[in-house]
């Protein structure tokens, strides 16, 4: 029970951080989940991004899988893991929910103030260093491997920098990209 108790706490505080939406939390989410708490692995981490990025609907709902996992981990039944599930998802998602509601009744009471666009203006940078920050994140961890003396995986880093390339330079879908790389992956890094 104070496993979930704790899950409640840290996708609460991460719901609200999340400004621009859930990717700008992936640094902290990947800090709270595998450092912290290590109810995931760093491995575990970055497949749940990525299957996240691939299912259908809000790409954040991998939340629900690493709160399944912390239960697991922790020893529950499947029945309490399922009920961590539950819990991580409403902890990310309602108090976020709730404060956009608020905000934008009080946000259009304020629609011809001047600081209101400086605002929005103020708040672009922010939230584009937080998604870099999130990508960073997951991109080092899908690349670091210390098993080897250079402790990074050249293949994976390729990979990554192929699928950036190509998402600048032609409007793909990103599942698409993502389904490329699992199987160059899969070819190239079997016998690492």
Known sequence: MRELVSLLNVFCLLSLLAVGGGSAVLPQMEHET???HQWVSADDFATIYSLGQMAPGPNMSMVGLIGFK????AGMSDAWAFAAM????????????FL???????WDS??????????????APITIGLMLAGVHAVGKTASY????SFHFNTITIGVGLAVTAILFAKHINPALLILAGGVVGWFCLRGI
């Open 100 to 106: 956009t509601y608020a905000v934008s009744h009080m």
């Open 34 to 36: 595998v450092t912290v």
């Open 70 to 73: 912390a239960a697991n981990h």
């Open 110 to 123: 304020f629609k011809e103030n001047p600081w209101r666009d400086s605002v929005q203006k103020g708040m």
């Open 86 to 97: 539950l819990v991580v998802l409403l902890a990310f998602y309602l108090p976020s929910s």
């Open 145 to 148: 491997n210390p098993e080897h």
